[in-house]
């Protein structure tokens, strides 16, 4: 398997060298909304240490990424309104993987719509900032 590279753009997020559209930090994770989502509030899980997917991950840091992924979408229900979420990952680009630091996908359903195909349409910056805003909150309100 090829090495972590720190060049990646969520590394650039991690590290305040892009912008994101935060949702919740933590010591050892971070989340912010994907800019091309497939359904809104489409949210992107990462660990803030350095793993390129699930084959070079440690446990623990995994672990944590799952106890955040859970977090994230029970607040997703109540901020969206959702009747389901759909959680995705990825691991190498044979497993449909297209930036290589470690994420999972939140994705908060509403009945009888379908996702949008991935990475199709990039969001309105004030939609994220609204959602963004939105699921925060709830994340805080527990
Ligand atoms: P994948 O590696 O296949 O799990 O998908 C990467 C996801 O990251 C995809 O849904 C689009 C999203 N994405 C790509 N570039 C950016 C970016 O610069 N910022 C954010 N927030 N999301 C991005």
């Known amino acids: 398997m ?11 997020i991690l590290r305040g060298e892009l912008p994101c559209y935060r949702v919740y930090e933590d010591d050892k994770a971070f989340a912010f909304l994907d800019i091309m989502p497939r359904a809104p509030g489409h949210t992107l899980v990462l660990p803030k240490a350095p793993a390129r997917n699930i084959l070079d991950i440690t446990p623990d840091d995994l672990a944590h990424v799952a106890k955040v992924a859970q977090k994230i979408a029970q607040a997703a229900i109540k901020a ?22 470690l994420h999972v996908h939140i994705v908060p359903r509403k009945a009888g719509i379908p ?28």
């Open 2 to 12: 090829p090495s972590y590279d720190s060049n990646n753009i969520f590394a650039k």
């Open 80 to 101: 969206f309104g959702a009747d389901g979420i759909t959680v995705q990952q990825f691991n190498e680009g044979a497993g449909g993987q297209v930036v290589f630091h």
């Open 115 to 142: 996702m949008k195909p991935p990475a199709s349409a990039k969001e309105k910056p004030e939609v994220l900032a609204e959602q963004a805003k939105a699921l925060a909150a709830a994340i805080a309100a527990g």
